[in-house]
């Protein structure tokens, strides 16, 4: 039987990576965990087996995907999934 193999996420910003594990794109987004608010660019990475995907995120939507309010972070972390196609 073949494992099944999860999604990688990561993100750099301010110079330091932060990774994650996750089934999906979006659970694998959600499991990152920033220290604080943050407010600057952010280059998003998400990997499944031999593809990976790099992305840009500007300051606001860094922020609002870490955002301590869950209404504006569930928006965020819906349209950033949708970036990601592997």
Known sequence: ????????????????TYEAKGESVRDAIEHLKLPGV???????????GSKS?????????TFRLFSPSKLMREVALKQTALLFDL
């Open 38 to 48: 943050v407010r600057a660019v952010g280059i998003l990475t998400v990997s499944h």
């Open 1 to 16: 039987m073949k494992k099944k193999e999860g999604y990688t996420a990561s993100i750099r910003v301010f110079g330091k």
């Open 53 to 61: 995907k790099d992305k840009v995120l500007p300051a606001n939507a």
